[in-house]
Structure formats: C-alpha cells, structure tokens
C-alpha cells in the first residue's frame, strides 16, 4: 500500500521532470550555440569616472544564487533583451554598502519593471540598505512606467518617485486565494483521503471543501491582516501622507478618481503616492543632470548592480584566513528527500552535508543558518535537525536566521537553536502535520476498470485503483498524530516550554515574527546581520570573518544543472505565452500543481504551510 501511494506521488514528480528534460534536450543545440555567441561577444564594461548605480530588479529577490540557464541567455539574445539576471539579497546589500562611500556614485537609481511581487521581508532588507545609502547623502530616484504594489513599496524609500503620464501605481492590498476541487471530485469519483492534525493547516481544505473554512480565515486574516498595516505604515511614514491615500474606502477611491478624470498617473499624483510626472526622455533628463551623461548611448551615466560589484571585488575579498569565522548556510525553498528534491528546493541530503562540513571545519565557531522555507517533508525536516543537533554537541553556537518564511518544517528545524532571529514580518509556527492521498477507484470503476486479486494480510493491495480501507486509514492517522506529538515535542525541548504551551500556539497557527516574538517562538526581531553578530557573541569572538558554505559543483555539473535545472523551464516562461487575462488563473493552478510536486515524504507526511509562500 505504501509503494502505491509513494509511487502516484513520484510518478507525479517523474512526469513534470520528463516534460521538461524532453523541451531541454531538443533545444540544447540551439542553446549551446548562441551561449558560444553571447560569451564571444560580451563587451567589455568599463566603470564610468561619476555616474548612478541602477538597482534594477528582474523577477523575485533571491536568497541564494540561481544559474542563469541557457535557454533564458538565448531568450534575451534573440529577442535584444537586456534585462539584468535576478539578484540576491545579498548582491543588493553588498552594492549598496559599497556604493555609499564610493566618490564615484553620484546616485542611486531604482528601475523595478521588471521586479515580481516580493516577500515583505525581503523588501524591508532592501529598504533598510536604500535608507542606509540614503545617509550618506546622495539621492534616490525612482523611475517607472508603473508601479505594482511590491515595486511601490521600494519606491517609496526614493526621494523623489517619478512615474510615466500613461502609467499608473496599484495597490490592491493582500489577499489569499486557492481553487477547491471538491465538487469537482465528488462529479469525477474521485476519493481524497486527508489526515491531519492541527485546525488551521490548511494545505488539505481544497481537497475536501468548496470553500475556506472558519478557522482557516480567521488565522489567514490575523497574519495577512499584521502584514498589510505593516505596509500601510511603512509607506505613510517615508512618503509622509494619511493611510487612507494608500488604503481608501471603495467611497473615497471613487470619489478622487472621478476628481482625477480616471487618470491613473493623475490619481496618483493627486494623492501624494509619486512626485513627479514625467516621461522617459524626461527622467533620464533630471538624471543626468545630476550623475552626467554617456556620450555613447546618450542615456546618463550609469552601471548596473552585477556589474558594479565585478568591478570591485578587491574591495569585497574576506578576511584573512587566521581570523576565526562564522558559518552561514542558506537552506531556501520547500524541504524535500535527496533523491527527489529540485534545484529550487533543501535537499536533505545535501544541507546535512554541509552542516557536517561547518561542524569539522577548525575556522568556524558558530553557525547562521538562514531558513526561507514554507517546510515540506516531515521526515527530510527530521534528517536536517538530527544533522543540526550534531553540529550543536561539537560545542559550537547555532543560530537560525527566519527569512520571509520559516514556518511547519522550516520552524521544525529551528526549534533546537541556541537563538532564533525574525523579521517582524516573517511567517512562522504552523506546527501541525497532514497527510493526503487521492484514490481513483470510483472513477476507474465509472470506466469499467476494476481491480481484484488476492493476498496473504489485510495490509496487501490498498493502492490508488483500490482505495483505502477503514483499519489502513486508522494507521495513518495515529501516525500522523504520532508525528505532530513529536513535533510538539521538539518546539517545547528547543524552546524550553512546556508541551501544553506549545499546544497553544501548535495547532497549524501561522504567526508574523512579531507575534511569534511575544509568544516565545523566537529569541529577537533582527535580520541576518543582526543573527551574524549574535552567533560571534555567542561564540565569544571579539572580531569575526563569515565564511559561506556551499557545496562545491564541477564545471560538468554547473552545465547540467543549467541546462536541466529548475530555471530552464520556468514558470514565467510558459505562463508568458498565454494571453494576459488567462495569467492570473493559470498562474494559480500552477502554484498548485506546483504544491502537489513537493509532496514526496517516505511516510506520505507534510509539515508545510502554503499559504505562506509568497509573503
């Protein structure tokens, strides 16, 4: 029964990758030859005497580099496309430290067209190093066609916004939303089979309602509803105008808009949200007066993040090797067993490795390890903290760093730190765990497909074409509840609570890094740095070098993963092909059959909080 069910799962996993490996390889001749092209043909880029640094973000803020497939080089060859490959949070912030006390950056220029929807902590980082360049002076300017409600956001940190006559700025506000099937499969005769524990996890409702149940609004709209007045203040206090020119009433939003003739770009104005009106020709105008001029390309005086930071890389090089240093490891993406984890996702394998690697080498006396995880597995959450607790008793200090999100699994493998740091806007907790199978016996039956035989146990046969009994669906829900006792009692050992505490705020609970402080799930609100300096004092070094650990790829395996991986194929691609109105809705099933890859534990048990992806 077991092998049945991992086997849909995997087969699930196995057709996705096909799919993709198929479009690879057919393209890999085209690619491999207009890579040969582009590296032969790349100019070579001189840093100008005065000129802006230009932060122009391309799709999601990263934490950990992604490789710049070929597929999407030859994309952008083809088509004279020169929009920058996606940057790390770190690529921003060591850009930004630099560039504030370079005499040659005259200027930052923030372009974010081409920006995705970012987590808010990822923003807030972002805006923390903006404000920090800030000080030192020089301006900020803001230049775009239009603002989305992410890209405002780091707008908003600007001097001065300005934003193109025929263009306009959203923001909606947050909201989450998911398709539920189970109308759907009661017509198709097909049986979901959902154990859980916790009455606000969530993941499962679609397959067994029609709508979001109490509960599930209720917590969505506590966490959603903390992030969004965290917006709203954030904006209100750099840009200096009321709240409800950010959040109207459906009344006042009518009301100035007929003021402002249906003018978005007018609107706008109108309401404080931009500075100035002004077309392209216009912006680079009051640029270039200030950081100069290119004479080659007529556009201001400016370079590129990437760029900048390849120019001074004598300045960026670590310390020596005598000063002891602290470890940073980034486990980004849904948790997910060795064999089947993806290029996006923590590979449980490999992040153990490496954390064995931190706990041998001499030079490290504590460990960050920086969480961005939604969770996943239950059982490749548990290998990750039995790698952890092993680096714990060599006598050295761990510390757990929360990104946007470090919630159910991702919260699993922090709970044993000698300190947690979060953003105020994290996504924590879900501490619940579920299990789901989907049996199409019903439907094969519909067809005149059956399925008989017989076995020597009461525990032979159940599968997908078979169903589950009632003594089988019993066995798994004790274990299910088995596996979230113990995920109690992992928070209450790493947290020093007691299991009735934890009970408290357990039950699938999602919690900003704010609440999660007052609740005693995290030690300190603060960022990576913030964590940086905390594991130095814990590990008593008055001066300290951080020291990242990856695993080491060969130029064979860089290819590979180039070619095959994750970003070969991606989700933006295909999703661009279709016709703007058809996006939002594909974009959504998508994430959801996205969601039904990452479900690959040996035990067919999950501790993974999906609405918190994205946040």
Known sequence: MWSAIKWFFRA????????????????????LTVVVMLLS??????????????LAISGSILEKEGSASPKRMAQRWLSGDNTPPPLTL????????????????????LQLQDMSESSMTKLD??????????????????LGDNYTQSQYYLAAHADKILLNPAGGVTIEGLGVYRLYYKSAFERFNI?????????????????????????????????????????????????????????????????????????????ALEQGLVDKLATRSEMQALVGEQVGWNKQDHQYSSLEVTHYLAHNQARMKGAPESIPAVGIITASGAIMSGDSATPNSINDKQLSQLVHEARQDERIHALVLRVDSPGGSAFAAEQIRQALLAFKSSGKPLVISMGSTAASGGYWIAADADKIYAAPTTLTGSIGVFGLFLTFEEALHKLGLNTDGVGTTDFV??????????HMQQMIQMSVEHTYNQFVSIVAKGRNMSPAAVERVAQGH??????????????ELGNLDSALIGAAELANLAEFDVKPIKLPQSAKEKLFSQLMGENALSNEAWLGVLPQALRPAAHQLQQQVSHLSQLDDVRGQYVLCVPCQGF
């Open 12 to 31: 699930l996993v196995r057709v996705i990758k096909a799919i993709r490996l198929i479009i690879s390889t057919l393209l890999l001749l085209l690619l």
């Open 41 to 54: 043909s790349e100019e070579t880029l001189v840093l100008p005497d005065h000129g802006a640094l230009t």
């Open 90 to 109: 770190k690529q921003i912030k060591d850009a930004l430290e630099l560039a504030k006390t370079d005499e040659r950056v005259g200027a930052l220029v």
């Open 125 to 142: 980082e972002v805006g923390d190093a903006i404000e920090a360049f800030k000080a030192s002076g020089k301006p900020v300017y803001a």
């Open 191 to 267: 049986t979901p089979h959902v154990f859980r524990v916790g009455s606000y996890k969530s993941f499962v409702e679609p397959y067994i309602r029609d709508d979001m149940s109490q509960e599930s609004q209720e917590d969505t709209q506590l966490w959603l509803g903390q992030l969004w007045q965290h917006y709203q203040d954030q904006v209100t206090r750099l840009r200096h105008i009321p709240s409800d020119h950010i959040s109207p009433s459906k009344e006042q939003m009518l009301s100035r808009f007929a003021k402002a003739k249906g003018d978005l770009a007018q609107y």
């Open 461 to 470: 046969g159940a599968g997908l074409t078979t169903g589950l009994p009632k």
């Open 510 to 523: 999602v919690w900003t890094g704010q609440m999660a402080l007052e609740l005693g799930l995290v030690d």
